[in-house]
């Protein structure tokens, strides 16, 4: 079964450093999206990307974070100087269109500290 | 503003007992909605969802969902509890062209033996 594959699956960065965690979406899929889970928390929208292109960002998603498909495969997330309150678990998730199920990945715990 | 609520944080329940998982939104129309899970250590699986037509909804795993327009209520139920449906359950929603989820706070499932 096609499964949206992330990595790394645990990323601990010291705070200011960059980081990218990267998402490799289901082949046929067309929209990708990031959402982030704060430990105990919900489920938060980061961003939605399609046609190369953000098509909506929540206001948690500023100007430390970006989105890019550079190879047409890898849909990544940067994050340009973590602070302590990035630490969260990351999953990138990928649909065939946008009035579909979004499919997600495992994840991807990022720790900073 | 859009919300999902799910009123219970966590839920203990005997094995091979019935569960049932409360899940309310606040739309101003009526949402695609999902139940997804997350067993420890893993992503978001989708168990099933509700576009439209028939109110009761099957999924993956023995789960089913109602959903009633009256209650704003897309409840998820499963007859006969395992020992691996533990684990936290996601109720999720988005409006028409958007795909952009607003999740719930998640319920944490224990199945005891």
């Known amino acids: 079964e096609p499964e949206v594959t992330q990595t790394p699956s645990h990323q601990v960065t010291q705070m200011g450093q960059e980081v990218i965690l990267r998402c490799v979406p289901i082949?046929?899929?067309?929209?990708f999206y990031w959402y982030r889970q704060i430990l105990g928390q919900k489920v938060e929208f980061l961003v939605s990307?399609?046609?190369?292109?953000?098509?909506?960002k929540s206001e948690i998603f500023d100007d430390q974070f970006s989105v890019e498909r550079p190879d047409g495969s890898n849909f990544t997330l940067k994050i340009r100087s973590t602070k302590l309150e990035d630490s969260a678990m990351y999953f990138c998730?990928?649909?065939?269109?946008?009035?579909?199920?979004?499919?997600f990945g495992q994840g991807t715990r990022l720790t900073v500290v | 503003a859009q919300s999902v609520t799910q009123p219970d944080i966590h839920i203990t329940v005997s094995e091979g007992a019935s569960l049932e998982l409360r899940c309310n939104y606040s739309?101003?129309?009526?949402?695609?909605l999902f139940w997804y899970v997350q067993s420890p250590g893993q992503g978001l699986q989708l168990l099933l969802k509700?576009?439209?037509?028939?109110?009761l909804v099957q999924g993956i795993k023995g789960f089913e969902a109602e959903f009633k327009r009256s209650q704003s209520s897309f409840n998820l139920r499963k007859p006969s509890v395992h020992w691996s449906d533990a684990a936290e359950y996601f109720c999720?929603?988005?409006?028409?062209?958007?795909?952009?989820?607003?999740f719930g706070g998640g319920t944490r499932v224990l199945v005891k033996p």
């Open positions: 998730a990928t649909a065939t269109d946008m009035n579909t199920e979004a499919f």
């Open positions: 082949s046929n899929h067309l929209y």
């Open positions: 990307f399609y046609n190369n292109e953000i098509s909506e």
């Open positions: 739309y101003g129309a009526t949402p695609y």
């Open positions: 509700y576009f439209s037509g028939d109110t």
């Open positions: 999720a929603a988005y409006k028409a062209a958007g795909n952009k989820l607003t």
